[in-house]
């Protein structure tokens, strides 16, 4: 039997690897068959067919019929999908649960030793770092807020305002009511919503030509966006990260220059 290639790959989607996803395609074709006629079918080892099968019945794909000669029968694959929705669930919940489970264990609290201990040992040039895409550069900033003790600066474009209050807002919250002073920078162009909805939690200025995007927290480290997001894809979109105590003071004076202005 003849599948495209590009077909068989968009299985993968399903959790299927190469010989599962021929011998379900093999035997949707036919509706029941063996485990022999399947092997014919879809050119996958007779040798590997029954431990394939086997994984596609676990999987909920196939059903076995009792009888002799054994043989097999496709699952309609509209309630394959409803069963495969399911089981991510289940196991996304499963997950959770033994994640959760660990942020209260010892194991974490023994991992977030050795990390402490081992930053101790990391030279300071090496405390920097680069991310491509704009998902990444968010998860990091994150990491930054919620590692703040006093302050938080945050400057971004039009643009950027209104993502970075999606992902950022609850977080910058957590950190305001803890006490750390937030500073939001935006240009003049964001809405009187977008304004209103920071000045919430944060002391926000608006700047009538800027959009220089950059993050710093307690005077130590910054983040810095590369790119104009104007002009580039998410996907592509750049910012460097330095851990760096004297060059992030200065750059805040500079900063704190423009500010009082």
Known sequence: M????DFLTKLKDFGLNSYESKL???LLSRGVSTAGELSDISNVPRSRTYDVLESLEKKGF????????????????????ERVKKKIVEDADQKSKVLSQLKDSDVLGQLNTLHTEG?????????????????????????????????ITLMTS????????????????????????????????????TVAQYGTFSVLKQFKSTNA???MIDGKEVLVFLTDDK??????????????????DYFDKLFQNEWSK
């Open 119 to 151: 930053v101790k040992l990391v030279d300071p040039t090496d405390r920097s770092g680069a991310f491509r895409g704009r998902d990444k550069v968010h998860d990091h900033l994150v990491s930054m807020i919620k590692r703040a003790k006093k302050s």
């Open 2 to 5: 003849l599948v495209q290639k």
């Open 158 to 193: 039009k643009e950027g305002a209104d993502r970075k209050y999606d992902v950022l807002s609850n977080h910058l919250k957590r950190a305001s009511k803890t006490g750390v002073d937030v500073r939001i920078a935006v240009p003049s162009s964001v809405s009187k919503e």
């Open 24 to 26: 379900w395609i093999a």
């Open 62 to 81: 196939i059903i076995v019929k009792v009888g002799k000669p054994i043989k097999y029968l496709a699952v309609p694959p509209s309630e394959v999908v």
């Open 231 to 248: 002009k580039v894809h998410k996907s592509y979109d750049c910012a460097v990260w330095l851990d760096a105590p004297y060059f992030v």
């Open 213 to 215: 995007r950059f993050c």
